[in-house]
């Protein structure tokens, strides 16, 4: 919990709310059951279904839980789960209060109550934003990590599950044995094909329950997943948004949501038993929706892992400070029009120069300031999305991406630095869930070189495919080299002069 000293402001709750800002003057009753209680799910799928509710109606309440941290459930509970979301931009500002949780709830202890929601008939959607590293793939195979301690564990303990995925199955599995109503299953992570493979977990969690087929059939004929891609950047909260939102009130908000102006939510119209009016209010449902999902991987989250980890390693805090860097400006457009955008077809209702410049502004976003230390964070489970297909695809004309090799480099110098070598503060600030696997690997050596191909080799981050690929493996390699020696910008600029 964010808090700040507010002796002159009444704590937010629905006797002091402003009404002029509430997008909702009762909640509805629970529709949707989410997992993952964040400031993205509370600044997107949450504003969405408010808007779409106020809108048009219906009983899409959310039923959110938190799968650790009860921190922001906490914060949320004590103020009538109700919180603002202040929409900032360098030329406006504007504060919104949702008003569309039922409950807020979190940790483990709490799942229990989840499961039972989960499985009530009126639940009509399951929905998650829990990161790509809580999928618990495995690079390896392309499925559920079997071998990870919390899939190991919810399949030994099925009424307290730990995992995502175990939790989802675990109520599918109670909806199965009871009535059997249909429920879709919403990801809105940044998975490719994340409705895909949403399914293909849940179907490898299933066939490691052993007896399963009523569960089994009841997924088959009565579950959808979706695909889905969701866009808009979502940064942490810091006591600066707790004071604007008490004077852009008059109220303390104790979980206040900071959020960029833009917002874009692409969906494929699969829903086993109905859904929020969304597309009125924004939403576009697609048939296309593998166009749009490639296209912000690789443009959006491709560049904003290069901007994070060249920018950490510059000593800029923020993703504005890192982009508005000379060298780093020059690597943001030599990586978007010479290594992505090549990749893929864009969809047919956008441009790339339209979509890119946009894309600039929103990172140059000053006001809004996003830590290069939060974009950088979990960068062993978004790399693997972001940049195995375009370094696949660049080896298939015998061309490294010079700038695809940077980012990796630099993140592992971030993450694991190698003895004698200070990352900086921004840096040393991110997390990893790879963080001490990573860091043992660098204790073995000093040389970049077997370090790297340490971590292809061994690390099981990346896939078989990227470590075969030598001359990508030996590029990573060589920077990592120059970055330790001479510096992220003298690295950078010998990759502008590869490309």
Not at 231 to 242: N, Q, W
Not at 457 to 478: H, K, M, R, W, Y
């Amino acid at each position: 919990m964010v808090s700040a000293s507010s002796t002159q402001y009444p704590p937010l709750n629905k006797a002091t709310a402003p009404l002029s800002a509430l997008l909702l003057k009762s909640t509805p009753a629970t529709g949707i059951v989410h997992i993952g209680l964040g400031n993205f799910h509370r600044a997107h799928l949450a504003l969405y279904t408010a808007l779409a509710v106020n809108e048009s109606g219906g009983d899409w309440g959310i039923f959110a839980y938190s799968l650790r941290s009860t921190t922001i459930a906490q914060a949320m509970t004590s103020q009538d789960n109700l919180y603002a979301i202040a929409t900032i931009s360098p030329t406006s500002q504007a504060i919104v209060i949702p008003g569309i949780h039922t409950a807020a709830i979190g940790g483990p202890s709490r799942v229990t109550e989840t499961l039972e929601e989960m499985a009530k008939e009126s639940t009509k959607i399951i929905s998650l934003t829990v990161t790509e590293a809580g999928y618990l793939i495995s690079q390896i195979t392309g499925g559920l990590n079997m071998q990870a301690p919390e899939i190991e564990h919810d399949l030994q303990n099925p009424i307290a599950p730990k995992s995502a995925i175990g939790i989802i199955v675990r109520g599918l599995e109670k909806r199965a044995s009871s009535h059997g109503a249909p429920v879709t299953v919403l990801s809105c992570d940044n998975l490719s094909g994340n409705g895909d493979r949403t399914r293909q977990l849940t179907y490898d969690f299933i066939n490691a329950m052993g007896n399963n087929a009523q569960l089994r059939s009841y997924v088959e004929k009565s579950v959808t997943f979706p695909n889905s891609m969701v866009d808009r950047i979502v940064p942490g909260t810091e006591e600066r948004h707790l004071k604007m939102v008490e004077e852009g009130l008059g109220v303390h908000d104790d979980s206040p949501v900071p959020a960029e102006e833009f917002s874009m939510w692409i969906i494929e119209d699969k829903f086993a038993a109905g859904r929020p009016a969304w597309e009125k209010v924004g939403a576009i449902f697609s048939d296309d929706v593998a166009a749009y999902e490639l296209m912000k991987l690789r443009l959006l989250n491709g560049t904003h892992s290069l901007l994070s980890y060249l920018g950490a390693l510059a000593g800029e805090e923020t993703i504005p400070g890192a982009q508005s860097t000379p060298f780093i400006e020059t690597a943001v457009h030599s990586i978007l029009h010479n290594e992505f955008l090549p990749t893929f077809t864009m969809p047919s209702a956008l441009t790339s120069d339209g979509y890119i410049s946009q894309l600039i502004g929103r990172w140059s976003n000053t006001i809004l300031g996003d830590r290069t230390s939060r974009v950088g964070s979990d960068g062993s489970t978004k790399l693997p999305q972001r940049i195995t297909e375009p370094v696949l695809f660049h080896a298939q004309s015998r061309h490294t991406p010079q700038f695809i090799s940077l980012t990796v480099a630099a993140w592992l110098a971030c993450i694991a630095p190698l003895k004698g070598f200070s990352p900086g503060v921004h840096a040393e600030a991110m997390k990893d869930p790879a963080k001490s696997k990573l860091v043992e690997l660098a204790g073995m050596t000093t040389d970049p070189t077997v370090f790297v191909h340490s971590v292809f080799s061994t690390a099981q981050i990346f896939s078989p495919e990227l470590g075969e690929l030598n001359g990508f493996v030996d590029c990573v390699a060589g920077y990592l080299k120059q970055i330790i020696d001479e510096g992220i910008e003298k690295a950078a600029l010998t990759a502008q002069s590869k490309n």
